[in-house]
């Protein structure tokens, strides 16, 4: 089977390499891999919310890292996207605390009431469902995030709200 490649215009501007180039400041010439994930995090900002395989091997080049030091790191975390994915992303809690309270069952509606699946994208590019390890707010189970901002003690009441105002453009995803 043919692995699909998500093709993506590299547009490292003036603007981001001189945010690249503050980052990196912050470390000695020879530990320049120290600066890879606030780079990947700005980079990915400025990319639609994705890092597509050259794009990590053109922050390699900038770093002056082998390729093969992002795509691991790249792989690793789950807040690093390596295909498209919706302008609302709902990164729902998987670990123990949410799913005895029901986190599954409030990731499956959500995925039906959107008619997708787990880790897609619904068709108009508005959403993206995926499971994530633990966010760190065991007390407000079940719960997902949604940019930098945590949804919590989910229902579906709660879900249906959300989505609907999201499609709305109500909900702000960054707290910049």
């Known amino acids: 089977m043919e692995k699909y490649t998500y093709k993506q ?3 490292i501007t003036p603007e981001l390499m001189a945010r690249i180039n503050e ?11 120290s ?7 700005e980079v990915q900002d400025a990319h ?9 091997i053109k922050i390699a080049e900038i770093l002056n890292i082998q390729p093969i030091e992002v795509f691991e790191v790249v ?3 789950t807040m690093f996207n390596q295909k498209p994915i919706g302008k609302y992303m709902f990164e729902f809690c998987r670990t123990s605390c949410c799913m005895i309270r029901g986190a599954e069952d409030m990731m499956d509606y959500t995925c039906q009431k959107l008619g997708i699946k787990e880790g897609e994208t619904t068709v108009d590019g508005m959403f993206t469902v995926v499971g ?4 760190g707010a065991c007390g407000y189970a079940p719960m997902m995030q949604l940019g930098d901002f945590y949804k ?13 105002d999201c499609r709305a453009g109500k909900i702000t995803l960054h707290d910049k």
Not at 23 to 33: F, G, N
Not at 36 to 41: E, F
Not at 132 to 135: A, H, I, N, P, S
Not at 152 to 164: F, N, V
Request: with cysteine.
């Open 9 to 11: 215009e590299i547009n």
């Open 23 to 33: 980052l990196t400041s912050h470390y000695p010439e020879d530990k320049r891999k």
């Open 35 to 41: 600066a890879l994930l606030p780079v990947l995090h």
């Open 48 to 56: 639609d919310n994705w890092l597509s395989q050259d794009l990590q």
């Open 75 to 77: 792989t690793f975390y």
């Open 132 to 135: 994530v390890e633990c966010l």
């Open 152 to 164: 919590e003690h989910l229902t579906k009441e709660k879900i249906d709200e959300i989505i609907t």
